[in-house]
C-alpha cells in the first residue's frame, strides 16, 4: 500500500491547529493564492491523498475542485473555517444526489 | 420512422434481430445495476449527512477553542507553539470494489502512537485553552477522515450513477425502439416483395394460358 499525505488549506487561523496533528498545512488568505497552492498540491504527482479547503476559499475554486471531482484520486473535503459553516458542503452533497437522482430528494 | 437506410435483406434482419436481443439483455443488466448503485447511493448519502454535520459541528467546536487560544495568547507564542509538529501521518490508500466502481478505503496511520503526542509545545509557556482546541481537533479528525472516504465514495458513485442511466436511457428509448422499427421495415418490405412476386407469377401463368389455348378470363 503506497503512503500518501493528507493537505489542509485555509485561512492561518482556520487551519494552524491541523499543523499540531501531523497535516501538512498550507496557508491561504486570498482565492488567488489558494487557487496556486490548490493546482500545485493536485500537480504535485499522487503525493496528497485528501485535501481538506476551507469552504470561503472553496468558492472561487470550484472549476478546480470539480475536476477532480470524478477522479478517484485526490479526494477534496470542503471543511467550514473558524467562521462557521457556510452550507457550502451540504450543498456539495446535494448536488451529487440531484447528479445521480436526477433530482433533489433530500 | 426509420432514421438510417436498411438493406430490406433476409440476413439484415437476421442480423438486427441478433443486435436487439444483445441490446435487451444490456438493457436488463445496467437496469439492475443502476438500481443496486443507486440503493447503495443512497445508504452513502445518509451516512454523508450525519458524518459532515457532525464535524462541522466538531470543528466549528475545535476552531472557536482556538480563536480563544490565541485570544489568550499572543500571536508570537501561538506560531511558536505550533512551529514544528511532534506528530506525522501517514494515509495508506487502498481501493475496494463496488459495482465496479474503484472507491479509496483510507488507513491512517500516525508516527507516534501516544494521544498525548499531539502537543508540539511545552506547557509552560502555552495556555490550557490551546491544549483545549488541539485535543478537540483530534477528536474530530478521525470523523474527517471518515468523511473524506465517504464522500469521495459518494461523488465517485454518483458519477457512475449518471453514466448507467444515460446508458440504460439511451438503450431504452433510442437503440431498441430504432432496432424494432428497423424490423418491422424490413418484414413490411419482404412481404411486399413477396406479394409482388406471387401477383407476377399469376400474371404470367395467364399470360401462357392465353398463348396456349387462346381463351380470355
Given at each position: 500500500?503506497?503512503?500518501?499525505?493528507?493537505?489542509?488549506?485555509?485561512?492561518?487561523?482556520?487551519?494552524?491547529?491541523f499543523k499540531?496533528?501531523?497535516?501538512?498545512?498550507?496557508?491561504?488568505?486570498?482565492?488567488?493564492?489558494?487557487?496556486?497552492t490548490?493546482?500545485?498540491?493536485?500537480?504535485?504527482g499522487?503525493?496528497?491523498?485528501i485535501?481538506y479547503?476551507?469552504e470561503?476559499?472553496?468558492?472561487n475554486?470550484?472549476?478546480?475542485?470539480?475536476?477532480?471531482?470524478?477522479?478517484?484520486?485526490?479526494?477534496?473535503i470542503?471543511?467550514?473555517?473558524?467562521?462557521?459553516?457556510?452550507g457550502l458542503g451540504?450543498?456539495?452533497?446535494?448536488?451529487?444526489v440531484?447528479?445521480?437522482?436526477?433530482?433533489?430528494?433530500l | 420512422?426509420?432514421s438510417?437506410h436498411?438493406?430490406p435483406?433476409?440476413?439484415?434482419m437476421k442480423?438486427?434481430?441478433a443486435?436487439?436481443?444483445?441490446a435487451?439483455?444490456?438493457?436488463?443488466?445496467?437496469?439492475?445495476?443502476r438500481d443496486?448503485?443507486?440503493r447503495?447511493?443512497?445508504?452513502?448519502?445518509?451516512?454523508?449527512?450525519?458524518?459532515?454535520?457532525?464535524?462541522?459541528?466538531g470543528l466549528?467546536?475545535?476552531?472557536?477553542?482556538?480563536?480563544?487560544?490565541?485570544?489568550?495568547?499572543?500571536?508570537?507564542?501561538?506560531?511558536?507553539?505550533?512551529?514544528?509538529p511532534?506528530?506525522?501521518?501517514?494515509?495508506?490508500?487502498?481501493?475496494?470494489?463496488?459495482?465496479?466502481v474503484?472507491?479509496p478505503?483510507y488507513?491512517?496511520k500516525?508516527?507516534?502512537?501516544d494521544?498525548s503526542?499531539?502537543?508540539?509545545?511545552?506547557?509552560?509557556m502555552t495556555?490550557?485553552?490551546?491544549?483545549?482546541?488541539l485535543?478537540?481537533?483530534?477528536?474530530v479528525?478521525?470523523?474527517?477522515l471518515?468523511l473524506?472516504?465517504?464522500?469521495?465514495?459518494?461523488q465517485?458513485?454518483?458519477?457512475?450513477i449518471?453514466?448507467?442511466?444515460?446508458?440504460?436511457?439511451?438503450?431504452?428509448?433510442?437503440?431498441?425502439?430504432?432496432?424494432?422499427?428497423n424490423?418491422?421495415?424490413i418484414?413490411?418490405?419482404?412481404d411486399e416483395n413477396?406479394?409482388?412476386?406471387?401477383?407476377?407469377?399469376?400474371?404470367?401463368?395467364?399470360?401462357?394460358?392465353?398463348?396456349?389455348?387462346?381463351?380470355?378470363i
Open positions: 500500500m503506497a503512503k500518501y499525505k493528507i493537505a489542509v488549506i485555509g485561512g492561518r487561523e482556520s487551519v494552524m491547529g499540531a496533528l501531523g497535516l501538512d498545512v498550507f496557508t491561504a488568505e486570498d482565492p488567488n493564492e489558494a487557487r496556486q490548490f493546482r500545485e498540491l493536485v500537480r504535485e499522487e503525493e496528497y491523498a485535501i479547503i476551507t470561503c476559499l472553496s468558492v475554486l470550484k472549476a478546480e475542485i470539480d475536476k477532480v471531482k470524478d477522479k478517484p484520486f485526490p479526494a477534496v470542503l471543511i467550514p473555517d473558524k467562521e462557521g459553516s457556510i451540504m450543498a456539495a452533497l446535494k448536488s451529487a440531484e447528479r445521480a437522482v436526477g433530482a433533489d430528494i | 420512422m426509420a438510417k436498411v438493406n435483406t433476409r440476413m439484415e442480423r438486427i434481430k443486435r436487439l436481443k444483445t435487451r439483455r444490456g438493457h436488463r443488466l445496467l437496469k439492475d445495476k443496486e448503485l443507486m447503495q447511493f443512497m445508504e452513502i448519502v445518509h451516512e454523508n449527512r450525519v458524518l459532515r454535520e457532525r464535524v462541522e459541528k466549528s467546536e475545535a476552531m472557536a477553542a482556538l480563536s480563544t487560544a490565541s485570544a489568550v495568547m499572543s500571536p508570537e507564542m501561538l506560531e511558536q507553539a505550533l512551529l514544528y511532534k506528530q506525522s501521518v501517514e494515509l495508506g490508500v487502498s481501493y475496494k470494489n463496488v459495482m465496479s474503484h472507491v478505503v488507513e491512517f500516525t508516527k507516534n502512537n494521544p503526542e499531539i502537543y508540539p509545545y511545552g506547557f509552560a495556555s490550557g485553552e490551546l491544549d483545549d482546541a485535543s478537540a481537533l483530534s477528536g479528525f478521525t470523523d474527517m471518515e473524506a472516504r465517504i464522500e469521495k465514495t459518494m465517485l458513485l454518483a458519477q457512475e449518471e453514466k448507467t442511466r444515460r446508458r440504460v436511457n439511451a438503450l431504452e428509448y433510442i437503440m431498441i425502439p430504432e432496432m424494432e422499427q424490423i418491422r421495415f418484414t413490411m418490405k419482404l413477396e406479394r409482388g412476386n406471387i401477383i407476377r407469377l399469376m400474371k404470367v401463368k395467364d399470360m401462357i394460358l392465353q398463348q396456349a389455348h387462346g381463351y380470355e
